[in-house]
């Protein structure tokens, strides 16, 4: 199993970014993916996720209104549009994928998951 994330970057802040998790390997079906973020000295937090079986979309208080997950499973990829980004956005954001359907709050908790990607950067800076 494999999760490759890509599409971090250096943007301004009110700008746009799209990360993408791409997944060999592993079956979408009754999975649960989810995007983790980690800035430098705090802790991993969760930022979205979404349950296939429903798409049930998540998302934290902290970026509700600004990103968006979305799939296309005939891709096995796992996308999240990031607009008016913020420099308080800048981290590492993970993607990750639980091969049972989640409820909350689990889909919010990193033990839950079962496979993980290597990260992307995402740095929000004028």
């Known amino acids: 199993v494999q999760l490759q994330a890509s599409g971090g970057g250096l943007v301004q802040p009110g700008g746009s970014l799209r990360l993408s998790c791409v997944m060999s390997?592993?079956?979408?079906?009754?999975?649960?993916i989810g995007w983790f973020r980690q800035a430098p000295g705090k802790d991993r937090e969760a930022v979205s996720c979404?349950?296939?079986?429903?798409?049930?979309?998540i998302y934290a208080n902290s970026v509700k209104g600004r990103f968006t997950i979305s799939r296309d499973n005939a891709k096995s990829t796992v996308y999240l549009q990031m607009n008016d980004l913020q420099p308080e956005d800048t981290a590492v954001y993970y993607c990750?994928?639980?091969?049972?359907?989640?409820?909350?709050?689990?889909?919010?908790?990193?033990?839950?998951?079962?496979?993980w990607g290597q990260g992307t950067l995402v740095t929000v800076s004028s």
């Open positions: 990750a994928a639980a091969t049972s359907g989640l409820i909350w709050p689990s889909m919010f908790e990193a033990r839950y998951y079962n496979y």
């Open positions: 390997g592993f079956s979408l079906r009754g999975s649960t």
């Open positions: 979404i349950r296939q079986s429903d798409n049930k979309k």
